[in-house]
């Protein structure tokens, strides 16, 4: 869902965020797999306690969310 609709899943339209690469370029398709992948690992969730937040799902496939409004686009 997030790669039809430009890296935003229902929960990021209401936030005002999207997904993206690392380095700020739109997602490619193995980015996309290989994020909803690693969701499926137990305890992935707990991965993004710690500062900085970095969960496994973003870290391991070299993406990012930021704030639309932030970021002017």
Known sequence: FE???GGRSLG???????????????LILSQ???RSAIRLIPFEV???????CEPW???WSNT???DIRQSGG
């Open 3 to 5: 790669l039809a609709t």
């Open 12 to 26: 990021k339209f209401l936030t005002g965020t999207r997904v993206v690469s690392a380095n700020g370029s739109t």
């Open 32 to 34: 996309m797999l290989k």
């Open 46 to 52: 707990f991965s993004c306690f710690g500062s900085p």
């Open 57 to 59: 799902h973003d870290r």
């Open 64 to 66: 990012m969310v930021i």
